[in-house]
């Protein structure tokens, strides 16, 4: 996967397109992505006890990685990923402005 944790992404499809957020959690299994405060959704939990006392919680459901972009810190566009040989190390550079991510 060519998304890390921290990077500054936009949503390209679904009920939040064209929000941005920075990655919190990757699922590497699953494709998909977390980012706090979008893609949020509600579930109704019975109260356990009273530390738990249930009712209404929202929480954010995972992004498929197909369904966001990549913001260049540079040119600040969606773009893809390319990468770039430097000696013996492999860097992610921007498609669109060639600058290093």
């Known amino acids: 996967m060519k998304l890390l944790k921290g990077d500054e992404v936009i949503i390209t499809t679904g009920k939040d397109k064209g929000k941005k957020g920075k990655i919190e959690k990757i699922l590497h299994k699953q494709g998909k992505i977390v980012l706090p405060g979008l893609n949020i959704y509600k579930r109704h939990l019975k109260k356990r006890d009273e530390k738990n ?36 190390k492999k860097v992610r550079i921007c498609r669109k402005c060639k600058a290093t991510l």
Do not use: H, M, Q
């Open 53 to 88: 006392p249930g009712g209404i919680v929202e929480f954010s459901r995972p992004v498929p990685v197909g369904n966001v972009a990549i913001i260049c810190p540079k040119c600040a566009k969606p773009t893809r990923i390319g990468y770039k040989l430097t000696g013996d």
